[in-house]
């Protein structure tokens, strides 16, 4: 069929309520993972990173969870706020500097 | 601090012309990457320079594109000539090896249309 362009997942959540981001890596030697924040019009921001011999990771209303064994990432904001509204990317880094990212979600906080 | 910087933040241009795409990373990174960003395949890797130099440029779409780093402070991807089909969003982003995780900052993004 005709590509019609990435199907990006998309989240809406209620000002003030818990968001939780998904995101599923590929490559099982990753070591480093990162999630960044892209604002309408702007690059990919840094949010919070965690490594492969940890399985979480607390930053300031923002929270990472690893689980190597289904290669799966997330990302949990505390108290969604108006300024959290942007897509949000996962990436993963081998044993190199570069990084691959996801595709994104789109997180679209309600007033 | 400055930032990484990208110029221009926009260019209209039409097919056939020659785009010229600057970048100067943070001082001190000795990593810089260059990325497109597309709705259809999102944030691709073009290329990326250590010390100057090109480690790996797979991503490069075709002969039509060439970047350069003649200096740690500053670089340039070049598209010769330009398609519609390269109309897009380059990102410019660079890193420290010191820093111990990698971490890329980015430029704001240099958008350009091919009419």
């Known amino acids: 069929g005709e590509n019609v362009g990435l199907h990006l997942p998309t989240l809406s959540v209620q000002e003030g309520d818990n968001s939780i981001i998904n995101c599923a890596y590929s490559n099982s030697a990753s070591d480093y993972f990162i999630w960044y924040k892209q604002e309408s019009g702007k690059g990919p921001q840094f949010i919070i990173d965690i490594r492969s011999n940890m399985d979480k990771r607390q930053g300031q209303r923002v929270t990472v969870l690893l689980n190597k064994t289904v290669k799966h990432l997330s990302l949990q904001i505390a108290a969604t706020q108006p300024g959290d509204s942007a897509v949000y990317f996962c990436a993963e880094n081998g044993d190199d500097y570069k990084l691959s990212f996801g595709a994104g979600t789109t997180v679209t906080v309600r007033a | 601090d400055a930032g990484v910087i990208q110029s221009p933040r926009h260019e209209v241009t039409e097919m056939g012309q020659e785009v010229t795409l600057r970048c100067k990373p943070i001082s001190g990174h000795d990593y810089l990457f260059w990325y497109r960003q597309t709705m259809m395949r999102g944030l691709e890797l073009l290329i990326y320079?250590?010390?100057?130099?090109?480690?790996?440029d797979s991503g490069m779409p075709e002969d039509r594109f060439s970047a350069k780093m003649p200096n740690a402070s500053f670089s340039t991807l070049k598209i010769q000539p330009s398609e519609p089909r390269d109309s897009a969003v380059y990102f410019c982003?660079?890193?420290?090896?010191?820093?111990?995780?990698?971490?890329?900052?980015f430029g704001e993004g240099s958008r350009l249309t091919v009419l």
């Open positions: 982003a660079s890193s420290a090896t010191n820093s111990g995780t990698g971490e890329l900052f």
């Open positions: 320079f250590n010390n100057n130099v090109p480690i790996d």
